[in-house]
């Protein structure tokens, strides 16, 4: 169960977005948009504002979050009871539910996510897309890929080749491509962008700093359990392509054409750095390949599990393999994946003794309980209510953090549980209990969706209300560090920042940016914050302990002419601050600090930057 956890992750970067769009005066200098932000490519940061200017920031992010929720839940059942039906649908609609949903490298991406991106807005209408062409509704189709490239031409990359592949057979497919072609030279040569940088490569420089800040764009730098879970879903659709009915052999290989394109095109990276290519991100078409490797699976299950006791046992053992994935049980997956292909296309069935069958059933029950034991008990573990931190919260905190840390395992149980009561046609009273039990669960939820506590309401209040003392000595051309401050900044001043680590997260679309967010970040670096650090395994890393700032780091950074504040958490000896105060009263106090006065000092640190 996830909750409503307020605007965090790359959702600080989109609400920077709308609140750009309603007034960009105060950001002309901040590092996000001082050459251009990825804003340019979506339209969802207009949406974002309006809703914004009409309701406030806080109420606009969670509204707008729980319509892109509701959207992804109906497309996603829409798209995959195209593809299954009964307790088939039913069992994939719970793994979407409760499996990981990241994808990619560092786990920074995740499809359904908790936050509001431009991202969460073009993945339902990319499903809806898929389903519609499933269904032979094209119009409805390309109508639905155009919203969802609006939002996100990334996340609405995979599902254009779903339509192509799927919806376009024979020469419409060439037409198809040959149009593709004729619109990305004329792009091309009217160097509009992004098109303009099609055939060209990022320059030296620019890729080092590029992989220093987000090396989990680029293959190369992914380690080799990062690659284990593509190559499973590869080999999922292409066993579900080869041994499936014929209606739906076609599903499959179109699915495995969506994860062969955008794979080998973000492998041409590593060969040569195209910056459209590095833009486009290609890799990411694996949040639409997972969900449609997902239907792959359930969709053998439905198939095969009743052909055989044979049948049953390699898909079983297919099932653990999947859940347990590691380089030695990959292996195993093709194997098993040969052995179900040879089943299917030669008959090859051997009749294997009852004894060697039941004890090839215990090996898989017992690797899958080991692993469900231990999630279990990892799940269960850090939830001590005993400990100060909990013991104070509200029952409804509570009950969510055993939702959030068990759900995987108690919700399908739950579902099941119910689904085979009906199904052994229970009493109307036991119908009734069931309808109330599942009514009461969801009001509860529906309502307390929203995490609320005296820290966020407070938080809530300063971002719609503002700070006016603040707003009146920080005006909108000064440009400001706050340091591990940068939601203050934008959500509550509306002023521009200085830099930090997020903020660089605009790298690989501008050499303008990688440029300046390496020189601001060096002098920030002499301070010695957390968000400094440009790399982001030194982030991840432990290394990211804020330490007390000296006087040569402040005035260092403050030697930057182009910065005129400087707020910290903590006061620098042999410096008096023009102002101390708090932004709230549950907030810690805060110390700024005028870059004019300090600009007095020499400046002893790395003068030559």
């Not at 990825?38 to 207009?46: K, S, V, Y």
């Not at 996603?76 to 069992?91: C, K, N």
């Not at 573990?381 to 009950?399: E, G, K, M, Q, T």
Request: glycine content about 6%; hydrophobic content about 55%.
């Amino acid at each position: 169960m996830h909750r409503y956890q307020g605007i965090w992750h790359d959702g600080v970067l989109y609400a920077g977005q709308a609140i750009f769009r309603l007034d960009s005066v105060p950001f002309a200098k901040d590092l996000f948009f001082a050459y251009g932000s990825q804003d340019r490519f979506t339209a969802f940061p207009a949406i974002y504002a309006l809703a914004i200017d009409n309701l406030g920031l806080p109420l606009a992010s969670m509204l707008l979050l729980g319509m892109a929720h509701v959207a992804w839940v109906a497309a996603a059942a829409f798209l995959l009871r195209e593809i299954l039906s009964g307790l088939a649908f039913w069992q994939a609609l719970i793994l979407l539910a409760v499996l990981p949903a990241s994808y990619g490298s560092m786990g920074i991406f995740s499809y359904g996510e908790t936050f509001l991106t431009a991202r969460i807005w073009a993945e339902p209408p990319a499903l809806l897309a898929v389903a519609c062409i499933l269904r032979g509704y094209r119009i409805m189709a390309i109508l639905s890929l155009v919203f969802a490239a609006a939002m996100h031409p990334v996340i609405a990359f995979p599902a254009v080749l779903f339509v192509f592949f799927f919806g376009f057979q024979g020469r419409h497919q060439l037409v198809a491509i040959a149009f593709g072609f004729a619109g990305l030279a004329i792009l091309n040569a009217l160097e509009i962008p992004p098109f303009a940088y099609l055939t060209k490569a990022m320059d030296p420089l620019w890729l080092r700093l590029s992989t220093g800040r987000s090396p989990f764009v680029f293959l190369d730098h992914w380690t080799v359990d990062e690659y284990l879970e593509p190559s499973f879903l590869a080999l999922l659709l292409a066993t579900a392509a080869v041994v499936s009915v014929r209606g739906n052999r076609r599903l499959w290989w179109s699915a495995l054409g969506v994860f062969i394109v955008g794979m080998g095109l973000a492998l041409m990276v590593v060969y040569w750095p195209g910056t459209l290519l590095i833009q486009m991100q290609p890799w990411r078409v694996l949040w639409l390949t997972k969900i449609l490797a997902i239907a792959a699976g359930m969709s053998l299950l439905k198939d095969m599990w009743t052909v055989s006791p044979y049948n049953r046992l390699l898909l079983g053992a297919l099932a653990v393999c999947a859940f347990t994935l590691d380089p030695t049980r990959l292996v195993c997956a093709v194997l098993l994946s040969a052995l179900i292909i040879a089943r299917h296309r030669f008959s090859i069935e051997p009749r294997l003794p009852s004894w060697l069958s039941r004890l090839a059933w215990a090996a898989i029950l017992l690797v899958a309980g080991e692993k469900i034991f231990w999630a279990i008990w990892l799940s269960w573990f850090p939830i001590d209510f005993n400990f100060p931190s909990l013991s104070n919260r509200a029952l409804v905190y509570r009950v969510f953090l055993v939702c959030q840390e068990t759900g995987w395992f108690v919700f399908p149980l739950a579902l099941f549980g119910s689904w085979w009561l009906l199904q052994r046609r229970c009493s109307s009273g036991g119908r009734v209990v069931l309808l109330l039990v599942a009514s009461v669960s969801l009001l509860f939820f529906a309502t307390h969706w929203q995490r609320t506590s005296r820290y966020q309401a407070a938080e809530d209040e300063l971002r719609q209300i503002g700070h006016a003392e603040l707003v009146h000595i920080i005006q909108p051309p000064h440009l400001t560090y706050w340091g591990s401050g940068l939601e203050n900044l934008w959500f509550v001043l509306h002023r521009g920042s200085y830099a930090s680590t997020l903020q660089a997260a605009g790298v690989i679309f501008s050499r303008q940016t990688a440029l300046e967010a390496d020189r601001r970040l060096a002098r920030l670096r002499v301070l010695g914050l957390p968000d400094s650090r440009l790399d982001w395994l030194s982030k991840t890393g432990g290394e990211s302990r804020e330490v007390a700032p000296s006087i040569d780091g402040i005035v260092h950074l403050c030697h930057d002419p182009i910065l005129d504040f400087v707020v910290l958490s903590k006061p620098v000896a042999g410096v008096s601050p023009m102002k101390t105060g708090r932004l709230a009263s549950s907030y810690g106090e805060f110390y700024i600090y005028a870059c004019e006065s300090l600009r007095a000092f020499p400046d002893t640190s790395f003068s030559g930057s």
